[in-house]
C-alpha cells in the first residue's frame, strides 16, 4: 500500500513564502495524478494544484499566482511553493494521488496533511 506523507507546514509571517512536500513510499509506473489540497477550519476541502506523471500542472482559483506545483522523480516526492502567504490560507494541506488514471477520488491515496498558520 502506498503512503504519502507531507511535510514542511508550520507558521509563519503573512507575505512569507513556504514550501510543502508529499514524499511517497514506493514508486509505481502506471500514469497518475498528485494534487495539493487544504481545508481550513469549517470550510470544505479543496483543490489547489494537480501534476500529472508526465509533468501536467493545473491550478485553480484557491491560490493562482501565488502556488507552484513540482516533482522530483527521483524522490517520488511532490512540492507545492507557495508564495505571499496570507492569514486566510490557513489550513492543513494535504497531497493526494489516484490509483491510475488522472482523477483523484476518496478511495485513492491520502496523506494525513501538515498544518499550516499564517499570522498577520
Known amino acids: 500500500q502506498l503512503r504519502l506523507v507531507e511535510s514542511g507546514g508550520g507558521l509563519v509571517q503573512a507575505g512569507e513564502s513556504l514550501r510543502l512536500s508529499c514524499a511517497a513510499s514506493e514508486t509505481t509506473f502506471t500514469r497518475y495524478v498528485v494534487g495539493w489540497y487544504r481545508q481550513a477550519p469549517g470550510k470544505q476541502r479543496e483543490l489547489i494544484a494537480t501534476i500529472t506523471n508526465t509533468g501536467s500542472e493545473t491550478y485553480t482559483e484557491a491560490m493562482k499566482g501565488r502556488v507552484t506545483i513540482s516533482r522530483d522523480g527521483n524522490k517520488n516526492t511532490w512540492y507545492l511553493q507557495m508564495y505571499s502567504l496570507k492569514p486566510e490560507d490557513t489550513a492543513v494541506y494535504s497531497c493526494?494521488?489516484?490509483?491510475?488514471?488522472?482523477?483523484?477520488?476518496?478511495?485513492?491515496?491520502w496523506g494525513q496533511g501538515t498544518q499550516v498558520t499564517v499570522s498577520s
Open positions: 493526494a494521488r489516484s490509483h491510475s488514471g488522472y482523477i483523484i477520488g476518496p478511495g485513492d491515496y
